[in-house]
């Protein structure tokens, strides 16, 4: 490795470099931009790499990322004849023949850096300069869509940086951009437009600008309203703009009326697309109004259990793809659990339609892949058994799948004792009698 940091690295670094400029005047392709982008982008981690293309900060910032940052034909044409692919390449970060995602990764870098021995609370400068150029460049392209859906693309990018330096400067600049030039486009004729724009807000939603009460309530009924527009694209971004939204006081109180009609919109548009960051969005909405959630229970709890389901069966191989998917099936159970525990002493004449669409959820938190949700799993067994009064045989069939793992002796449940002992003692208090007398399948009595 030091041997390739002395030797080569250098002088890779700077033929990367001259493919980025040599974009400026001519072709180059996709392929070969991309992968260059990248080289660049892990250059500016050492020292050495990084004073080599300092020079050329400036250059690439503001007259190689804006023009690139442009919606490209081939974009355009998969935003009208194939939508749903367009919203699947938009979050596709695998992909590392992704240029503007590429690029956008550089800025980030180049926007990071520091200069001097003296480290104040100012801005990075070149953070600072960028913004500037953004909102310059705003003001100077009014009605120019594709250049302004650029430059809220730019911006939108930046979000972590600004987060970390709100500065006055730096925040009167990110409300100027946002409500000069995002939330006018909330009611563009373009989709492209309004999708761009939903997508600013669910990048700022957790920002707390200054006296925009107002602003925020303009802006969450026309992103409300976008909810229900004819493109897949603007339907998901408005979905997540929403669920960003909520961290404001304000906008829960705007949204509690027209829950049931915003429940049922996700949950259509979760049927028109398989989209994780929707579900996330949707947890989200459960942990906020969990008070108010109950006569949505039904709804809610099969299509978090479709997606718990899902997401199991599609772990990979590899560690990490377990780790990342097994977080997002725990948090998914966890919803479940949630939603019932909303309706808890409530709404009896639910249960066994939500036993029936809950069951194969929780099989599957009762085997060997997924087993690390098993907690939440026998949680969501107590909670059905103990709002009824009777236990149906789905349930005992959950009982007896519980006790066989137990004679198998599965290691991950020894650890699980204190939990299963909840639903296992719920099973004998609701129905004593069976408890002591049934023969299930002629294998005896649950005893």
Not at 38 to 46: C, P
Not at 70 to 78: A, G, H, P, Q
Not at 237 to 259: G, N, Y
Request: hydrophobic share 40%.
């Amino acid at each position: 490795m030091k041997e390739f940091q002395d030797n080569y690295i250098a002088r890779l670094n700077q033929v990367h470099l001259k493919l980025l400029m040599l974009r400026q005047s001519q072709f180059v392709g996709t392929r070969t931009l991309a992968l260059s982008i990248k080289f660049l982008t892990m250059s500016m981690r050492f020292k050495h790499t990084r004073e080599l293309i300092k020079p050329h900060i400036e250059n690439i910032l503001f007259n190689i990322s804006l023009p690139l940052f442009l919606t490209s034909e081939k974009d355009l044409i998969t935003f009208e004849s194939d939508p749903i692919e367009y919203v699947r390449l938009q979050v596709d970060h695998q992909n590392e023949l992704n240029v503007k995602r590429q690029l956008s990764m550089l800025v980030d870098k180049m926007c990071s850096l520091r200069y001097g021995k003296r480290r104040d609370n100012c801005a990075p400068v070149h953070l600072k300069r960028y913004m500037e150029t953004i909102l310059g460049n705003l003001n100077e392209m009014k009605g120019a869509d594709n250049a302004t859906e650029a430059l809220l693309y730019a911006f939108g990018n930046l979000r972590e940086k600004c987060l970390w330096n709100n500065q006055p400067d730096m925040m009167q600049m990110m409300q100027a951009v946002i409500q000069n030039y995002a939330f006018p486009n909330l009611s563009s004729p373009s989709p492209l437009m309004v999708s761009r724009a939903c997508w600013v807000y669910a990048k700022f939603g957790v920002f707390q600008f200054e006296n925009d009460a107002e602003h925020l309530a303009a802006a969450v009924e026309k992103i409300v309203n976008n909810l229900y527009s004819h493109h897949i694209a603007v339907k998901v971004e408005a979905a997540l703009a929403i669920s960003e939204l909520l961290d404001h006081q304000v906008v829960q109180e705007i949204i509690r009326p027209a829950l049931g009609n915003v429940l049922k919109v996700f949950l259509k548009i979760m049927d028109e697309i398989d989209f994780e960051d929707l579900v996330g969005a949707l947890r989200k909405i459960v942990d906020i109004y969990e008070n108010d959630i109950a006569p949505y229970a039904v709804s809610l709890c099969q299509k978090l259990s479709e997606a718990y389901v899902r997401c199991v069966k599609n772990k990979g191989s590899n560690d990490d793809e377990d780790n990342e998917a097994g977080l997002t099936a725990d948090g998914l159970m966890t919803a479940v659990r949630r939603v019932l525990n909303s309706i808890s002493g409530k709404f009896p004449h639910l249960y066994p339609q939500l036993e029936e669409i809950l069951e194969q959820s929780i099989y599957t938190t009762l085997s060997e892949p997924g087993h690390t949700h098993a907690d939440e799993g026998l949680t969501v067994i107590a909670e059905l058994i103990y709002n009824q009064n009777e236990v149906s045989q789905r349930m005992w069939g959950i009982y007896q799948h519980i006790i066989s793992i137990y004679i198998q002796d599965h290691e991950w449940m020894r650890d699980l004792i204190g939990q299963a002992s909840v639903p296992l003692i719920n099973f004998m208090v609701k129905s004593p009698e069976v408890f002591k007398t049934a023969n299930f399948q002629g294998q005896g009595t649950p005893l």
